[in-house]
């Protein structure tokens, strides 16, 4: 599923009026950091693994 430069706009201006323009750095922020969690604990070995 290819996306063009068209369709990437049209879903920032969508979700600039959903949020708001001063929300969106706050919303950013806390998706990046959602997503290192997530990276963090796929990378991570489980505790309680038996051998």
Do not use: H, Y
């Not at 001063?22 to 693994?49: M, N, W």
């Amino acid at each position: 599923m290819n996306f063009g430069m068209t369709e990437i706009l049209i879903i920032l201006f969508i979700i600039i009026l959903l949020f708001g323009a001063k929300r969106l750095p706050e919303l950013a922020r806390s998706l990046g950091s959602s997503i290192k969690q997530f990276k963090a604990g796929v990378s991570e070995e489980p505790d309680d693994e038996k051998s």
